[in-house]
């Protein structure tokens, strides 16, 4: 008996254990029309590929860790209002999309996309266009901001914040971005 239930403890285990990421996607012709919708169906560990297409979600905060593509970078629209994603969960990977259009405001340093307390989190190949802030470090560790690129409309410093900010944060890798 001691056998068998160590077996299929065992067994158990290994299912759990091995259980396969997901992988959902998103766009006007896929199974799910919304970021915002993909996110809250998926699990730790999973990934979300962008289709291309224009979307205007107000605010995305993600809080789980996941693993955000964009195919052919679909733009994220934050029209002037929002900042457009905010990842509060370590270990998250946002790669080959395009934010635009973030809200601006010196007092709450809105970003098209801020990394607020976490780990581990890689933000590569995106283009960020229209920001007040381009990408925000918060409270952020052992995180990699490489290969963005990032512009502005900014006619002086006043009215800009940073293309790439960290406030707060340690042991950064930030490599070859263009601001």
């Known amino acids: 008996d001691s056998v068998m239930q160590k077996s299929i403890i065992i067994l158990f285990l290994f299912f759990v254990f091995n259980a396969e990421a997901k992988t959902w996607r998103v766009g006007s012709s896929q199974q799910i029309k919304s970021i915002k919708g993909a996110i809250s169906k998926a699990t730790a560990g999973d990934t979300i590929l962008i289709y291309p297409g224009l979307y205007k979600e107000g605010q995305i905060i993600l809080t ?92 002086d410093e006043i009215s800009s914040g940073n293309g790439i900010h960290c406030w707060k944060s340690d042991s950064m890798l930030i490599n070859g971005n263009d601001v």
């Open 64 to 155: 789980k860790k996941l693993f955000l593509k964009g195919i052919n970078f679909p733009i994220l629209d934050g029209e002037k209002k929002v900042e457009i994603l905010t990842i509060r969960s370590d270990g998250t990977v946002v790669e080959g999309l395009h934010f635009r259009n973030s809200g601006h405001s010196s007092y709450n340093d809105i970003a098209a996309l801020r990394i607020a307390d976490s780990r581990s989190v890689t933000i590569r190949n995106n283009k960020v266009d229209f920001s007040y802030f381009g990408i925000y470090s918060q409270h952020a560790t052992a995180c990699s901001i490489s290969n963005n690129v990032l512009n502005s409309d900014a006619k």
